[in-house]
């Protein structure tokens, strides 16, 4: 979905209260809701809760902002409700496994590997998971994500780096022990 089309939706949900423009939203990023959360939290009721939550966020917003980047803007629109859900739950859930966690993939796919792109990146830090989702679920640059997480270009290209180097190095110790 291209910026014009995403902030016409955008605007009749917020201005309009149009309920199709919500359920078109939905349709369209349901999947990346789904894999944000899941990045953020292991539970299939916890995951469910968030993307409800995300949808009433965005029901509630009481002013329409055009957005250049709709794809980012999701993204932390997605990643600050996960993180405050995460910090209003009490009793720590155990992880499950991804092939539990999700019932069924998309035609292609697309959805497992994305699950298991978070799962590769999960000992990661927070700030390079997150540039590595930027880069590869939503395929932003690094300029786009330098600007969306309010870093320098600099920090983003030097922190992408490092994050895959430690990827690469975590793939081959796991080769080399098997």
């Known amino acids: 979905m291209d910026s014009t089309k995403f ?33 953020y939290c292991h539970d299939p009721d916890s995951i469910k809760d968030i993307c409800h939550e995300i949808v009433l966020r965005i ?13 980012a803007w999701l993204f932390i629109l997605c990643r600050n409700v996960s993180l405050k859900f995460n910090d209003r739950q009490i009793v720590k859930h155990e992880h499950v496994p991804l092939d539990e966690a999700v019932h069924t993939a998309d035609n292609d796919g697309q959805l497992y590997k994305e699950l298991e792109f978070n799962l590769l990146i999960d000992f990661l830090p927070p700030v390079e998971q997150d540039i590595l989702r930027l880069k590869f679920i939503l395929c932003l640059s690094l300029n786009d994500i330098a600007k969306t997480l309010g870093l320098p270009y600099g920090t983003v290209s030097s922190k992408y780096t490092k994050a895959l180097k430690k990827i690469s190095t975590q793939i081959n110790n796991k080769n080399n022990h098997i």
């Open 59 to 71: 029901w509630q917003i009481k002013k329409y902002t055009y957005t250049e980047n709709p794809k």
């Open 7 to 39: 902030n016409d939706i955008l605007r009749r949900i917020i201005e309009d209260r149009d309920k199709n423009a919500m359920e078109e939203l939905y349709n369209e990023y349901a999947k990346v809701f789904f894999v944000i959360a899941h990045s």
